[in-house]
């Protein structure tokens, strides 16, 4: 397989498709660790975007034969995980979602973490109390280093919305996180 690891996702997409169909996992690795930080921002809940992202990882290979390989496979698999992760928001609105503990390894700076845990909670309260569609655009942008147009294309948005939303969530999320 690691031969496997200089081919773009397209040109594996490619090799599922018509060769071997075992070459997903490499699409699996690459992406699930990405796809589960993105669920996991947007429902609060690591096991609910657990589900989701593996739902999202099934829904995708079920699907192989509708992806056009001239486009972008990560902006097609983020768009899947967003659709589920909207399915789930949906079905459970009035589930509240339980924070685990942060547990430390010994060798690290506790107090450095400490503060980056510290920073990442307020900058997540901030988020929590944006709307979805200034959060998430401005989630994929900074948290996934999404481009504007992997955006459009995960959110199903043209490219002056997203600069758009991109720009009125920052401002949002200053007044936000100065009140908090």
């Not at 996702?9 to 990405?34: G, N, P």
């Not at 990882?57 to 990560?74: C, E, H, V, Y």
């Not at 997540?124 to 999404?146: N, S, T, V």
């Amino acid at each position: 397989m690691p031969e496997n690891s200089t081919y773009s996702d397209e040109e594996i997409i490619e090799k599922v498709r018509s060769e071997d169909q075992e070459l997903y996992a490499v699409i699996i690795e690459r992406y699930q660790a990405k796809l589960l930080r993105y669920a996991t921002n947007l429902t609060q809940d690591e096991h609910n975007a657990a589900d989701i992202v593996q739902e999202a990882f099934i829904k995708a290979f079920i699907n192989l034969r509708g992806f056009n390989t001239k486009k972008k496979f990560s902006s097609w698999i983020y768009r899947i995980v967003h659709n589920e992760t909207i399915n789930i928001a949906k079905k459970y609105r009035k589930e509240t979602p339980i924070l685990e503990n942060v547990d430390f390894k010994s060798e690290e700076n506790i107090e450095l973490n400490f503060e980056k845990q510290e920073i990442a909670e307020k900058v997540e309260k901030c988020f929590a109390k944006m709307q979805l569609m200034y959060a998430e655009p401005l989630r994929l942008y900074y948290i996934d280093e999404k481009s504007y147009e992997e955006i459009g294309d995960i959110l199903r948005l043209p490219m002056g919305t997203v600069a758009t939303r991109i720009s009125r969530a920052k401002i949002l999320i200053k007044h936000i996180c100065q009140k908090i």
